[in-house]
């Protein structure tokens, strides 16, 4: 089973996770300084390394069996594998002096593990060795005195008598230690991301991110024959998507452009017999304005033909369910329509983690004059909340605005509306007793109660008031509007080579807004994490919806020739791995996911990319500066 | 063991490999025009199908227990699957009309194969369908009368009775069919690729590069604990390497440049924990103007801490003697320094699968005019090969021209020399008893017979006068200098990174250009298939380096300053899949292992890209075209 495989390789991960159980424990128990503090490196736990933890009740003797972390090198273990079976062994390490002590002790440190190494020889002096440097040491590997051993620990029964250690590269001052309990602001750390990988909780989420997406390649491609195709990111504009970086040829005014997907490369693949394409691909996006966005991103691209919709999400599911390093519900996950998700939750990205639910009660409103023509919902919350803080109320105030909706506070339910209708919302909120009304615009007054659920749900949480849970809860979002309306016209919900959904076809040219596509996304806790449709592969449909859209098939000839040659009937998708892997490692952000992130206003905060180029390479380029 | 996990994926093509012998009988033994022309489709072989074919030397019913084409789509088996054991079962099958015949048989054809379907149904009319359809077919399989049968066919032993068939997609005219006797040529099948794509020989390409990916894959994340981990393609240029590509921001006058490889980020890496990096990552250069480059292109990058020259040449055979698709000499492979490559070979990357070697003459001018001060290389070869033709001097005449060496003809040694030097020579040249001689510059010299020996062998070969081996010969250079001179002083070989040998280091100041590095290049055939080098771990040493190079430091500080917080000694390399597969797969060019490659001049044939951009980009770009 690959999910076990998944698990097995998981293990590796063991050196460096222990229970924080474990470590709190360490801290109680340490009476000196030294051991405290290294109980608290240990203890650098967030949740997930409990859930992580959980795949890890191994045997660590098992990892040596499968991977080998010291071949092609002069070390002969790593930091985190020696045991008391090695006692007498001869061994090499090589790693980061972590600590010194008393001038006898160095705590030597690599990705894998931290060992105690003892110096019993006057002629190695400790006292000029900065904190970071690295060190190769040859010793023998001793048992501890009983005292002095760990027991949480993975090398904690043993220590490496040092016979000869050679200074491989000295630390200058880093700006900062590799303390779990003093990590540093984001902005020094990405600053000095070199130092900033070091910590384990950053190796943790490199290593679980390759293994992840190494097992994703083992189910596609050995279990399930599909063929990683390459695909070039150097093209041309895709018409009516997202803005694209441009990059200048030295033929002069023609510039390729970034692709934001390999969408049209993936559909040419289908038509070109590759029936089951996948790649894990580098997409760009100019849209560094936006919040944790990345100009640069990964997304997990699969296209099959002669599928359907369910064949698509039966794949995800069972491909995620095998290869996610979180826990995963068993398939089928559930699935809900575009109109049911903004109903019921305000939103076409519902967080399933708490139970808060939007009610439509426009009905109540029949006989009162304040939801003439417009709909009113209500979200219903516990009453044991009280009264709204001001900075809530603020929120919503903002959110008021955003969508031009009326909002009503549960406080003014009875002095705002008639105590019929007051009455009448009591009576059909249920359980809960308080809510929240707004009314307006029926989809406006969705998505606005929308984000007061989201907000209410912190703040309920926070006080105990509901459960959000930890899991992950993934669901289907279907059956999305094919178009939404634009300033000038119709634009894609998706992009323009989503399919119509075959029921409503027939209201293409009558009433194209209510036609539904057969598009899906999937959501995990508030998040999209992807999203694909079944495609057009019939060449007049294509350029008619091109058409609608206001996008020249004329532009696209390529890909229309792909249509007319033999294209077979196909459907795919794609995942955001960034996402995936933030909620897989419970990071706070995907910059902790992501080796080297840009940070706001895409700015590399190592290299301070981007910067100015040179007049030769302007004139190479044929191109000149507007300021 | 996974180079027979490698043979058992590669089973998987086995569908359409069948011997070009087998073929070859089809059409001696049959009778009609549709059974010859579908003989020759199956017997589109190049030379390395043979080899593929050593490779598939298996139970052809393994496949399903390995991997399952039919998961998540609605046929129920490819076409190249059914056989006598399926006879009486009901199947789903789509693909491709490949060839009609008497209004009663459809070549059904998709990317594993070809079934025959046979109509007994007077519902069904073939007449107005055009090759390249997409159809549905429901049937039965049924065994084919005796005199049917095709035993060179894999599905030869049955036929599917419809029952059904659906049109999926109908293909308009296409502007070339799939009949491997008739391929067009290259930029009517790249302006075409999603025809082209479905030739079974870029399908085997395609295929054979995603399981080549995936079993290096398995080699270094199961095997070796390697770590994957994606970096940055928008970076700030690098001084020093090749052309970059420049990716303009809406921040005015700032650009990205998209990377030429990950080496900044691999050394950071190093320096951040990641002990044993590896990626495949697409790398761009901006090098259109040179034939049979791409501008962008996709490296199997790696990297190791504490680690050393050897280790990584071990870990390179190993990986390629595992996972090479095509059989390898044992490891170790062979080593030569840069020094003897260039006094044998003529070349820094010799190609080794003939004999031919050039011979230092300089010695026996000792008493002549000739070579005064300069050096006499020769380049024996067999006599038999007569007079050289008119088209042949031609070409040497050019390489005297562009190495400024004089080169003397077999024919005109004793003209041109005194009998004793031409008796000489004659004594030293051995068994062959003809030669091409130059003198010159010595590195001039060689570098022009390196060519003269190319040319040479494939006339010798073609005439049957030396063999050229088939496999590949794989071979390590080492010792290459550390800078060559350039216009403006010391530029380097490799790139400013590369760790000088130790040994020469004390040359640095007073005789650079006799520093050796520890870089290393893989040479196969003829192609440098990679290179790398132990890296620079120490800060002072790089700064020296760099200011040798009259390369600012202080356009590198992220860099210099890992390698002051505590950097691990390195080194990694990095091979070029696109070549290596192109040896791999035996294609005549990179263009052939790639989906969707450039054409000459970086101009992509499908879509017309690079294009004019809009002036809303151009604003919001802040650029001007400058003609």
Redo the contacts between chains.
Sequence with gaps: MLRSSVLN?CK?FSVFHESPKQSVNTIKKCGNIHKIRFGRFLTHRCKQTVTAQQHHQVARNEIKT????N?????THTCGELRPNNIGEKVTL?G?VQYLRLNKFILLR??YGITQCIINNDSINLTNIPL???V?IDGKVQARPTAAINNNMNTGEIEVEIDKMEI?????K?PFNLRNYQIPKEQLRLQ???????FPK??QN??LR??M??NV?RFL?????F???????????TPGGA?E??????????????VQSPQQ?KQ??M??????YFQIA?C?R?E?TRPDRQ??F?QLDIE?????LD??L??IEKLLYETMIKDLPKPPFMRITYKDALENYGTDKPNLTYELKIKNVTNLFSKSNDCVGLTAFALPYPNKLGKLTAKYKEKISELKKKYAVRVIHNENISKELSTDLSNKIQNIIGEYNSSVIAIGDNEQVCLCLGEIRELLAQLLHSKGLIEIKEDIVPLWVVDFPLFVKGENGLETRHHPFTAPHPNDIHLLDSEPLKVRSLAYDIVMNGNEIGGGSVRV???DLQEKLLKMLNIDPNKLT?FM?????????HAGIALGIDRLMTLACDANSIRDV???P?SH??K?P????????SED???????????
Excluded at 168 to 172: D, G, H, P, S, V
Excluded at 249 to 257: K, N, Q, R, V
Excluded at 304 to 308: D, G, L, M, V
């Design positions: 390789l590796l499968t991977q080998n972390f071949t092609f090198t002069y070390r090589c980061w690599d990705s970071e440097t690295i190769k491989l590269n000295i630390a200058e880093v000095h991301r070199y130092i900033d990988l070091r950053m190796q490199l290593r390759s293994l997406l190494h390649r491609v050995e279990k399930h024959g063929v990683e195709v390459e695909t070039p990111t150097l093209f041309c504009q803005r970086f441009v990059v200048p040829t030295h033929h002069a005014g023609l510039f390729y452009s970034l490369f040419m693949l038509a070109g017999g590759c029936d089951r580098r760009y100019d560094t100009p640069e990964t099959q033909s002669f599928t359907n064949n698509i039966t794949m592969h019939n060449v390529h020739n792909a249509l007319r040659s033999g294209c077979p009937p992501i080796a080297f840009k206003e895409g590399d190592l290299s301070g990319a981007p910067n100015v180029i390479d302007k004139k190479y380029y044929h191109i000149n500066i507007v300021k």
